[in-house]
Protein backbone atom coordinates (compact mmCIF):
# COMPACT_ATOMS: atom_id res chain seq x y z
CA UNK A 1 0.00 0.00 0.00
CA UNK A 2 0.92 3.69 -0.53
CA UNK A 3 2.85 5.23 1.91
CA UNK A 4 0.63 7.90 2.42
CA UNK A 5 -2.45 6.67 3.24
CA UNK A 6 -3.89 9.63 5.37
CA UNK A 7 -4.45 12.74 3.65
CA UNK A 8 -3.31 15.52 5.99
CA UNK A 9 -5.82 15.56 8.70
CA UNK A 10 -8.13 14.28 6.55
CA UNK A 11 -9.38 10.49 6.60
CA UNK A 12 -7.65 8.30 5.03
CA UNK A 13 -7.43 7.58 1.37
CA UNK A 14 -9.38 4.20 0.22
CA UNK A 15 -7.79 4.49 -3.15
CA UNK A 16 -4.72 3.67 -1.52
CA UNK A 17 -5.74 0.25 -1.03
CA UNK A 18 -3.95 -2.35 -3.21
CA UNK A 19 -5.85 -6.16 -1.42
CA UNK A 20 -8.57 -6.25 1.16
CA UNK A 21 -5.93 -6.65 3.97
CA UNK A 22 -5.08 -2.96 2.89
CA UNK A 23 -8.37 -1.72 2.87
CA UNK A 24 -9.47 -2.67 6.51
CA UNK A 25 -6.33 -1.27 7.71
CA UNK A 26 -7.69 1.93 5.84
CA UNK A 27 -11.06 1.20 7.62
CA UNK A 28 -9.18 1.47 11.29
CA UNK A 29 -7.53 4.10 10.56
CA UNK A 30 -10.48 6.01 10.27
CA UNK A 31 -11.71 4.84 13.30
CA UNK A 32 -8.89 6.26 14.41
CA UNK A 33 -9.10 9.68 12.55
CA UNK A 34 -12.77 10.03 14.01
CA UNK A 35 -12.00 9.53 17.12
CA UNK A 36 -15.39 8.03 18.19
CA UNK A 37 -15.20 4.66 20.36
CA UNK A 38 -16.86 1.26 18.89
CA UNK A 39 -20.18 2.07 20.99
CA UNK A 40 -20.50 5.72 19.32
CA UNK A 41 -20.43 4.19 15.82
CA UNK A 42 -22.59 1.54 16.95
CA UNK A 43 -25.14 4.32 18.29
CA UNK A 44 -24.82 6.27 15.11
CA UNK A 45 -25.78 3.79 12.96
CA UNK A 46 -28.99 2.96 14.87
CA UNK A 47 -31.36 5.41 12.82
CA UNK A 48 -30.51 2.70 10.01
CA UNK A 49 -32.11 0.30 8.14
CA UNK A 50 -29.39 -2.04 9.04
CA UNK A 51 -27.51 -0.83 11.79
CA UNK A 52 -24.35 -2.29 13.26
CA UNK A 53 -23.99 -3.71 16.41
CA UNK A 54 -20.23 -2.95 18.04
CA UNK A 55 -19.59 -6.96 17.40
CA UNK A 56 -20.31 -6.34 13.88
CA UNK A 57 -17.65 -3.83 13.65
CA UNK A 58 -14.93 -5.36 15.98
CA UNK A 59 -14.93 -8.94 13.88
CA UNK A 60 -15.08 -6.99 10.21
CA UNK A 61 -12.34 -4.63 11.42
CA UNK A 62 -10.18 -7.67 12.06
CA UNK A 63 -11.33 -9.83 9.25
CA UNK A 64 -9.02 -9.56 5.97
CA UNK A 65 -12.14 -9.44 3.89
CA UNK A 66 -13.67 -6.36 1.97
CA UNK A 67 -16.33 -5.68 4.15
CA UNK A 68 -19.86 -6.20 2.89
CA UNK A 69 -21.92 -2.65 1.06
CA UNK A 70 -24.29 -1.80 3.57
CA UNK A 71 -21.32 -2.22 6.51
CA UNK A 72 -19.03 -0.05 4.57
CA UNK A 73 -21.69 3.03 3.97
CA UNK A 74 -23.06 2.43 6.90
CA UNK A 75 -19.21 2.48 8.87
CA UNK A 76 -17.64 5.25 6.76
CA UNK A 77 -20.73 7.66 7.56
CA UNK A 78 -21.17 7.13 11.31
CA UNK A 79 -17.03 7.94 11.01
CA UNK A 80 -18.34 11.16 9.89
CA UNK A 81 -16.46 10.45 5.92
CA UNK A 82 -17.79 10.38 2.95
CA UNK A 83 -18.57 6.72 1.91
CA UNK A 84 -18.60 7.07 -2.20
CA UNK A 85 -14.65 7.04 -2.40
CA UNK A 86 -14.84 3.98 -0.40
CA UNK A 87 -17.44 2.49 -2.05
CA UNK A 88 -15.68 3.15 -5.84
CA UNK A 89 -12.57 1.22 -3.76
CA UNK A 90 -14.42 -1.09 -2.73
CA UNK A 91 -15.79 -2.17 -5.76
CA UNK A 92 -12.48 -2.13 -7.66
CA UNK A 93 -10.48 -4.37 -5.28
CA UNK A 94 -13.85 -6.75 -5.69
CA UNK A 95 -13.27 -7.18 -8.96
CA UNK A 96 -9.20 -7.26 -8.70
CA UNK A 97 -10.64 -10.30 -6.72
CA UNK A 98 -12.61 -11.86 -9.18
CA UNK A 99 -9.31 -12.37 -11.23
CA UNK A 100 -8.55 -11.42 -14.86
CA UNK A 101 -10.06 -14.72 -16.56
CA UNK A 102 -7.39 -15.03 -18.89
CA UNK A 103 -5.09 -15.07 -16.49
CA UNK A 104 -6.95 -18.16 -14.48
CA UNK A 105 -7.66 -19.85 -17.44
CA UNK A 106 -11.02 -19.53 -17.61
CA UNK A 107 -13.26 -20.19 -20.63
CA UNK A 108 -13.91 -17.55 -22.86
CA UNK A 109 -17.15 -16.26 -22.67
CA UNK A 110 -19.08 -16.89 -25.53
CA UNK A 111 -22.65 -14.78 -25.78
CA UNK A 112 -23.69 -13.96 -28.95
CA UNK A 113 -26.88 -15.48 -30.05
CA UNK A 114 -26.36 -19.11 -31.47
CA UNK A 115 -28.29 -18.19 -34.80
CA UNK A 116 -26.12 -16.73 -37.38
CA UNK A 117 -28.24 -14.49 -39.79
CA UNK A 118 -28.31 -15.63 -43.18
CA UNK A 119 -28.15 -12.37 -45.21
CA UNK A 120 -28.89 -12.17 -48.60
CA UNK A 121 -26.58 -9.31 -50.33
CA UNK A 122 -25.19 -6.75 -47.87
CA UNK A 123 -21.55 -8.44 -49.26
CA UNK A 124 -20.14 -5.33 -49.60
CA UNK A 125 -21.75 -3.58 -46.26
CA UNK A 126 -20.33 -6.90 -44.34
CA UNK A 127 -16.61 -6.66 -45.74
CA UNK A 128 -16.58 -2.92 -44.93
CA UNK A 129 -17.88 -3.80 -41.58
CA UNK A 130 -15.89 -6.60 -40.87
CA UNK A 131 -12.45 -3.85 -42.15
CA UNK A 132 -13.50 -1.60 -39.71
CA UNK A 133 -13.50 -4.19 -36.76
CA UNK A 134 -10.48 -5.42 -37.45
CA UNK A 135 -8.77 -2.93 -38.70
CA UNK A 136 -9.60 0.23 -37.23
CA UNK A 137 -6.43 2.23 -38.49
CA UNK A 138 -6.35 5.48 -36.23
CA UNK A 139 -9.71 5.43 -35.09
CA UNK A 140 -10.82 4.03 -31.90
CA UNK A 141 -11.95 0.64 -31.92
CA UNK A 142 -15.90 1.58 -31.82
CA UNK A 143 -17.52 0.69 -35.02
CA UNK A 144 -21.40 2.31 -35.26
CA UNK A 145 -23.69 0.67 -37.47
CA UNK A 146 -27.04 3.21 -38.01
CA UNK A 147 -29.95 2.92 -40.45
CA UNK A 148 -33.71 3.25 -40.77
CA UNK A 149 -36.12 1.02 -38.90
CA UNK A 150 -36.23 -2.77 -39.82
CA UNK A 151 -32.68 -2.16 -42.40
CA UNK A 152 -31.19 -5.18 -40.89
CA UNK A 153 -28.67 -4.02 -38.83
CA UNK A 154 -28.79 -6.16 -36.01
CA UNK A 155 -28.81 -9.21 -38.62
CA UNK A 156 -25.66 -7.57 -40.23
CA UNK A 157 -23.76 -7.16 -37.50
CA UNK A 158 -24.64 -10.25 -35.71
CA UNK A 159 -23.53 -12.07 -38.94
CA UNK A 160 -20.10 -10.46 -39.10
CA UNK A 161 -19.77 -10.99 -35.32
CA UNK A 162 -19.49 -14.55 -36.19
CA UNK A 163 -17.05 -14.64 -38.99
CA UNK A 164 -15.16 -12.21 -37.09
CA UNK A 165 -15.32 -14.55 -33.45
CA UNK A 166 -11.99 -16.53 -34.00
CA UNK A 167 -9.98 -13.46 -33.97
CA UNK A 168 -11.03 -12.31 -30.46
CA UNK A 169 -10.01 -15.54 -28.28
CA UNK A 170 -10.89 -14.06 -24.68
CA UNK A 171 -14.71 -14.00 -26.22
CA UNK A 172 -17.69 -12.58 -27.61
CA UNK A 173 -20.81 -10.40 -25.28
CA UNK A 174 -23.93 -9.48 -27.03
CA UNK A 175 -26.47 -7.30 -25.30
CA UNK A 176 -29.61 -6.37 -26.42
CA UNK A 177 -30.27 -2.70 -25.24
CA UNK A 178 -33.67 -2.53 -26.59
CA UNK A 179 -33.92 0.56 -28.30
CA UNK A 180 -36.27 -0.87 -30.80
CA UNK A 181 -38.05 -3.35 -29.10
CA UNK A 182 -41.80 -2.58 -29.10
CA UNK A 183 -43.42 -2.33 -26.01
CA UNK A 184 -39.91 -2.57 -23.71
CA UNK A 185 -38.18 0.46 -22.36
CA UNK A 186 -34.68 0.82 -23.48
CA UNK A 187 -32.23 -0.52 -20.64
CA UNK A 188 -30.63 2.30 -18.37
CA UNK A 189 -27.03 2.04 -18.66
CA UNK A 190 -26.80 0.81 -14.94
CA UNK A 191 -29.02 -2.11 -16.30
CA UNK A 192 -27.12 -2.78 -19.10
CA UNK A 193 -23.66 -2.61 -17.36
CA UNK A 194 -24.74 -4.88 -14.44
CA UNK A 195 -26.16 -7.55 -17.85
CA UNK A 196 -22.45 -7.35 -19.16
CA UNK A 197 -21.16 -8.14 -16.05
CA UNK A 198 -23.36 -10.88 -15.36
CA UNK A 199 -22.50 -12.45 -18.50
CA UNK A 200 -18.68 -12.18 -17.65
CA UNK A 201 -19.25 -14.23 -14.86
CA UNK A 202 -18.87 -11.77 -12.18
CA UNK A 203 -21.17 -12.30 -9.43
CA UNK A 204 -23.69 -9.23 -9.01
CA UNK A 205 -23.17 -7.50 -5.98
CA UNK A 206 -27.10 -6.50 -5.15
CA UNK A 207 -26.48 -3.80 -3.19
CA UNK A 208 -24.67 -2.13 -6.01
CA UNK A 209 -26.95 0.06 -8.05
CA UNK A 210 -25.13 3.04 -8.93
CA UNK A 211 -24.04 3.22 -12.84
CA UNK A 212 -20.68 4.99 -12.36
CA UNK A 213 -19.60 2.30 -9.96
CA UNK A 214 -20.99 -0.38 -12.36
CA UNK A 215 -18.97 0.71 -15.40
CA UNK A 216 -16.08 1.41 -13.96
CA UNK A 217 -16.40 -2.36 -12.61
CA UNK A 218 -16.96 -3.71 -16.40
CA UNK A 219 -13.75 -1.13 -17.12
CA UNK A 220 -12.11 -2.77 -14.82
CA UNK A 221 -13.20 -6.73 -15.45
CA UNK A 222 -12.72 -5.91 -19.77
CA UNK A 223 -8.79 -4.74 -19.04
CA UNK A 224 -6.54 -6.52 -21.64
CA UNK A 225 -8.94 -9.31 -22.85
CA UNK A 226 -9.65 -9.29 -26.82
CA UNK A 227 -13.22 -9.53 -26.76
CA UNK A 228 -15.56 -8.60 -29.09
CA UNK A 229 -18.71 -6.79 -27.90
CA UNK A 230 -22.03 -5.86 -29.59
CA UNK A 231 -24.35 -4.04 -27.95
CA UNK A 232 -27.26 -4.06 -30.07
CA UNK A 233 -30.52 -1.34 -30.67
CA UNK A 234 -28.71 1.08 -28.98
CA UNK A 235 -31.61 3.93 -28.34
CA UNK A 236 -29.32 7.18 -28.12
CA UNK A 237 -25.94 8.81 -27.33
CA UNK A 238 -26.73 8.96 -24.06
CA UNK A 239 -27.74 5.38 -23.33
CA UNK A 240 -24.62 3.89 -25.13
CA UNK A 241 -22.03 6.41 -24.40
CA UNK A 242 -21.07 5.24 -20.87
CA UNK A 243 -20.66 1.98 -21.68
CA UNK A 244 -18.09 3.08 -24.72
CA UNK A 245 -14.48 3.50 -23.54
CA UNK A 246 -11.37 2.25 -25.52
CA UNK A 247 -10.47 -0.72 -25.14
CA UNK A 248 -6.94 -1.63 -25.65
CA UNK A 249 -7.52 -5.07 -27.39
CA UNK A 250 -11.22 -5.35 -27.30
CA UNK A 251 -13.90 -4.45 -29.86
CA UNK A 252 -16.86 -2.48 -29.71
CA UNK A 253 -19.89 -2.58 -31.90
CA UNK A 254 -22.82 -0.72 -31.74
CA UNK A 255 -25.92 -0.35 -33.59
CA UNK A 256 -29.02 1.83 -33.50
CA UNK A 257 -31.55 3.94 -35.27
CA UNK A 258 -29.45 6.79 -34.43
CA UNK A 259 -26.64 7.85 -36.43
CA UNK A 260 -25.11 8.53 -33.03
CA UNK A 261 -22.45 10.83 -34.81
CA UNK A 262 -21.49 12.25 -31.23
CA UNK A 263 -19.63 8.80 -30.25
CA UNK A 264 -15.79 10.62 -30.77
CA UNK A 265 -13.49 9.17 -33.07
CA UNK A 266 -15.76 5.86 -34.00
CA UNK A 267 -16.18 4.26 -37.08
CA UNK A 268 -19.59 5.39 -38.06
CA UNK A 269 -21.07 2.95 -41.02
CA UNK A 270 -24.53 2.98 -42.18
CA UNK A 271 -27.30 1.16 -44.19
CA UNK A 272 -30.02 1.54 -46.29
CA UNK A 273 -32.70 -0.71 -47.90
CA UNK A 274 -32.26 -4.03 -50.25
CA UNK A 275 -31.39 -3.48 -53.60
CA UNK A 276 -34.29 -4.32 -55.87
CA UNK A 277 -32.67 -7.60 -56.76
CA UNK A 278 -31.63 -8.56 -53.33
CA UNK A 279 -35.07 -7.86 -52.00
CA UNK A 280 -36.72 -10.12 -54.76
CA UNK A 281 -34.08 -12.60 -54.07
CA UNK A 282 -34.88 -12.55 -50.03
CA UNK A 283 -38.28 -12.87 -50.88
CA UNK A 284 -37.62 -15.77 -53.10
CA UNK A 285 -35.33 -17.11 -50.53
CA UNK A 286 -37.79 -17.24 -47.83
CA UNK A 287 -41.15 -18.69 -50.17
CA UNK A 288 -39.58 -20.81 -52.31
CA UNK A 289 -39.50 -21.51 -56.58
CA UNK A 290 -42.55 -22.39 -56.84
CA UNK A 291 -44.72 -19.42 -55.12
CA UNK A 292 -42.21 -16.57 -56.74
CA UNK A 293 -42.50 -17.96 -60.45
CA UNK A 294 -44.47 -14.84 -61.25
CA UNK A 295 -41.49 -12.57 -61.08
CA UNK A 296 -43.68 -9.93 -61.90
CA UNK A 297 -45.68 -9.79 -58.96
CA UNK A 298 -42.68 -10.33 -55.97
CA UNK A 299 -40.71 -7.44 -57.82
CA UNK A 300 -44.42 -5.94 -56.33
CA UNK A 301 -44.72 -7.34 -53.65
CA UNK A 302 -40.40 -6.00 -52.81
CA UNK A 303 -41.21 -2.45 -54.18
CA UNK A 304 -44.58 -2.25 -51.96
CA UNK A 305 -42.38 -3.55 -48.71
CA UNK A 306 -39.91 -0.26 -49.92
CA UNK A 307 -37.30 -3.26 -49.58
CA UNK A 308 -37.08 -3.27 -46.37
CA UNK A 309 -35.84 -6.30 -44.61
CA UNK A 310 -38.32 -6.06 -41.68
CA UNK A 311 -41.53 -5.37 -44.47
CA UNK A 312 -40.13 -8.05 -46.63
CA UNK A 313 -39.55 -10.59 -43.86
CA UNK A 314 -43.23 -10.00 -42.23
CA UNK A 315 -45.02 -10.03 -46.13
CA UNK A 316 -43.22 -13.64 -46.53
CA UNK A 317 -44.36 -14.80 -43.06
CA UNK A 318 -48.00 -14.01 -44.17
CA UNK A 319 -47.81 -15.65 -47.49
CA UNK A 320 -46.51 -19.06 -45.43
CA UNK A 321 -49.36 -18.98 -43.41
CA UNK A 322 -51.62 -18.94 -46.19
CA UNK A 323 -49.77 -21.62 -48.53
CA UNK A 324 -52.91 -21.58 -51.08
CA UNK A 325 -52.43 -17.49 -51.71
CA UNK A 326 -50.46 -16.32 -54.97
CA UNK A 327 -48.61 -13.17 -54.70
CA UNK A 328 -50.82 -10.86 -56.06
CA UNK A 329 -53.34 -11.59 -53.33
CA UNK A 330 -51.09 -9.63 -50.85
CA UNK A 331 -49.87 -6.93 -53.01
CA UNK A 332 -53.65 -6.48 -53.80
CA UNK A 333 -54.02 -6.07 -50.57
CA UNK A 334 -51.08 -3.38 -49.66
CA UNK A 335 -52.01 -1.50 -52.80
CA UNK A 336 -54.15 -0.12 -50.42
CA UNK A 337 -52.44 2.66 -48.48
CA UNK A 338 -54.84 2.69 -46.07
CA UNK A 339 -54.64 -1.07 -45.01
CA UNK A 340 -50.74 -1.23 -45.93
CA UNK A 341 -49.71 -0.96 -42.67
CA UNK A 342 -52.47 -3.36 -41.15
CA UNK A 343 -51.15 -5.71 -43.21
CA UNK A 344 -47.88 -6.19 -42.58
CA UNK A 345 -48.09 -8.20 -38.87
CA UNK A 346 -47.82 -11.38 -38.24
CA UNK A 347 -47.43 -13.35 -34.86
CA UNK A 348 -44.52 -11.75 -33.34
CA UNK A 349 -43.55 -9.11 -35.33
CA UNK A 350 -45.85 -5.83 -36.65
CA UNK A 351 -43.70 -2.96 -38.50
CA UNK A 352 -46.13 -0.43 -37.21
CA UNK A 353 -45.02 -1.47 -33.90
CA UNK A 354 -41.67 -1.26 -34.73
CA UNK A 355 -41.72 2.48 -36.35
CA UNK A 356 -43.59 3.24 -33.25
CA UNK A 357 -40.39 2.71 -31.02
CA UNK A 358 -38.45 5.45 -33.00
CA UNK A 359 -41.67 8.17 -32.05
CA UNK A 360 -41.82 6.51 -28.73
CA UNK A 361 -38.25 7.24 -28.52
CA UNK A 362 -38.65 11.06 -29.33
CA UNK A 363 -41.64 11.55 -27.55
CA UNK A 364 -40.34 10.00 -24.37
CA UNK A 365 -37.03 11.78 -24.29
CA UNK A 366 -38.13 15.48 -22.76
CA UNK A 367 -36.10 17.20 -25.22
CA UNK A 368 -37.41 20.16 -26.46
CA UNK A 369 -35.66 19.49 -29.80
CA UNK A 370 -37.02 16.14 -30.42
CA UNK A 371 -41.00 17.39 -29.08
CA UNK A 372 -40.61 19.80 -32.35
CA UNK A 373 -39.09 16.46 -34.57
CA UNK A 374 -42.17 14.57 -33.87
CA UNK A 375 -44.29 17.73 -34.46
CA UNK A 376 -42.83 17.61 -37.18
CA UNK A 377 -42.67 14.29 -38.33
CA UNK A 378 -46.23 14.34 -37.84
CA UNK A 379 -46.88 16.74 -40.46
CA UNK A 380 -44.79 14.78 -43.18
CA UNK A 381 -47.74 12.45 -43.44
CA UNK A 382 -49.18 15.07 -45.92
CA UNK A 383 -46.54 15.00 -48.69
CA UNK A 384 -46.82 13.35 -51.40
CA UNK A 385 -44.56 10.57 -52.51
CA UNK A 386 -40.80 11.43 -53.62
CA UNK A 387 -38.17 13.81 -52.78
CA UNK A 388 -39.15 17.09 -51.24
CA UNK A 389 -37.34 20.37 -49.92
CA UNK A 390 -37.35 22.17 -46.22
CA UNK A 391 -39.70 24.88 -47.96
CA UNK A 392 -42.55 21.99 -48.62
CA UNK A 393 -41.86 20.32 -45.60
CA UNK A 394 -42.28 23.75 -43.80
CA UNK A 395 -45.89 24.43 -45.32
CA UNK A 396 -47.02 20.43 -45.02
CA UNK A 397 -45.72 21.05 -41.26
CA UNK A 398 -47.00 24.59 -40.88
CA UNK A 399 -43.60 26.24 -38.93
CA UNK A 400 -41.23 28.24 -39.98
CA UNK A 401 -38.61 27.29 -42.59
CA UNK A 402 -36.07 27.35 -40.11
CA UNK A 403 -37.48 25.19 -37.46
CA UNK A 404 -39.04 22.65 -40.21
CA UNK A 405 -35.29 22.79 -41.12
CA UNK A 406 -33.82 21.71 -37.26
CA UNK A 407 -36.38 19.25 -36.74
CA UNK A 408 -35.82 17.81 -40.55
CA UNK A 409 -31.99 17.44 -39.39
CA UNK A 410 -33.08 15.37 -36.41
CA UNK A 411 -35.40 13.15 -38.12
CA UNK A 412 -32.32 12.21 -40.48
CA UNK A 413 -30.36 11.96 -37.53
CA UNK A 414 -32.97 9.39 -36.14
CA UNK A 415 -32.89 7.91 -39.32
CA UNK A 416 -36.97 8.82 -40.06
CA UNK A 417 -35.90 10.85 -42.90
CA UNK A 418 -33.49 10.26 -45.48
CA UNK A 419 -31.15 13.12 -46.44
CA UNK A 420 -28.83 11.76 -48.44
CA UNK A 421 -30.07 13.61 -51.35
CA UNK A 422 -28.39 17.21 -51.34
CA UNK A 423 -31.08 19.87 -50.47
CA UNK A 424 -33.69 17.52 -50.51
CA UNK A 425 -35.24 15.01 -48.13
CA UNK A 426 -36.93 11.77 -48.59
CA UNK A 427 -39.25 9.41 -46.63
CA UNK A 428 -39.86 6.12 -47.23
CA UNK A 429 -42.99 5.31 -48.45
CA UNK A 430 -44.02 3.08 -45.11
CA UNK A 431 -42.41 6.00 -42.76
CA UNK A 432 -44.92 8.05 -44.09
CA UNK A 433 -47.94 5.82 -43.96
CA UNK A 434 -46.92 5.60 -40.55
CA UNK A 435 -46.48 9.30 -40.27
CA UNK A 436 -50.13 10.74 -41.53
CA UNK A 437 -51.54 7.72 -39.64
CA UNK A 438 -50.33 9.09 -36.67
CA UNK A 439 -51.43 12.55 -37.95
CA UNK A 440 -55.19 11.45 -38.42
CA UNK A 441 -55.11 9.96 -34.66
CA UNK A 442 -53.34 12.55 -32.27
CA UNK A 443 -52.06 11.39 -29.57
CA UNK A 444 -51.94 13.72 -26.44
CA UNK A 445 -47.92 13.81 -26.56
CA UNK A 446 -49.02 15.98 -29.76
CA UNK A 447 -51.39 18.06 -28.21
CA UNK A 448 -48.86 18.54 -24.96
CA UNK A 449 -46.58 20.10 -27.33
CA UNK A 450 -49.03 22.42 -29.43
CA UNK A 451 -50.09 23.93 -25.75
CA UNK A 452 -46.00 24.73 -25.60
CA UNK A 453 -44.46 27.51 -25.37
CA UNK A 454 -43.26 28.10 -29.00
CA UNK A 455 -39.62 26.72 -29.49
CA UNK A 456 -37.58 29.48 -30.91
CA UNK A 457 -34.45 29.21 -33.46
N1 LIG B 1 -29.82 -9.05 -45.72
C1 LIG B 1 -30.78 -9.77 -45.14
N2 LIG B 1 -31.12 -10.99 -45.64
C2 LIG B 1 -32.09 -11.72 -45.08
N3 LIG B 1 -32.79 -11.33 -43.99
C3 LIG B 1 -32.51 -10.14 -43.46
C4 LIG B 1 -31.49 -9.31 -43.99
N4 LIG B 1 -31.42 -8.19 -43.26
C5 LIG B 1 -32.34 -8.32 -42.29
N5 LIG B 1 -32.99 -9.48 -42.41
C6 LIG B 1 -34.10 -9.91 -41.56
O1 LIG B 1 -35.02 -8.82 -41.50
C7 LIG B 1 -35.53 -8.64 -40.20
C8 LIG B 1 -35.16 -7.26 -39.67
O2 LIG B 1 -33.76 -7.18 -39.54
P1 LIG B 1 -33.03 -6.54 -38.27
O3 LIG B 1 -33.74 -6.88 -37.02
O4 LIG B 1 -31.60 -6.90 -38.37
O5 LIG B 1 -33.24 -5.01 -38.58
P2 LIG B 1 -32.74 -3.79 -37.70
O6 LIG B 1 -32.28 -2.76 -38.65
O7 LIG B 1 -31.78 -4.24 -36.69
O8 LIG B 1 -34.12 -3.35 -37.03
P3 LIG B 1 -34.31 -2.31 -35.82
O9 LIG B 1 -34.26 -0.97 -36.43
O10 LIG B 1 -35.66 -2.67 -35.30
O11 LIG B 1 -33.21 -2.55 -34.86
C9 LIG B 1 -34.94 -9.78 -39.38
O12 LIG B 1 -35.84 -10.85 -39.40
C10 LIG B 1 -33.68 -10.14 -40.14
O13 LIG B 1 -33.28 -11.48 -39.92
MG1 LIG C 1 -31.80 -4.02 -34.64
Not at 104 to 112: A, C, D, N, S, Y
Not at 352 to 366: E, I, Q, Y
Request: aromatic share 2%; glycine share 8%.
Amino acid sequence: MNAKNETHNGPPCPENANTAADFVVLLRQLKEWSGLTLRTIESRTRGLDRPLSRSTIAATLARDKIPRHHFLAAYVQACGADPSPWQHARARLAVAAAGDGRAHGVVPVQRLPAHRPHLVGRQTEADELRQAILDPGAGTPITVLSGGPGVGKSALALHVAHAVAPHFPDGQLYLNLHGASPGRAPLTTAQAAAALLDALGVVPDREIREADVLHAQLRTRLRGLRMLIVLDNAASVAQVLPLLWTPESGRVVVTSRSSLTTVDGACHRSLGPLSARHAVAMLEGLLGPSRTAVTRSVHDLAELCDRLPLALRIAAARLMCRPAWPVTALTERLANEDRRLDQLSTAGLCLRASLACSTDLLSASGASEDRLALRTFDGLGALRTGPFDVVAAARAVGLPADLTERAMERLVEVNLVDGSLPGHYVLPELIRLFAAERAAVPRRAIVAVEREEPVTA
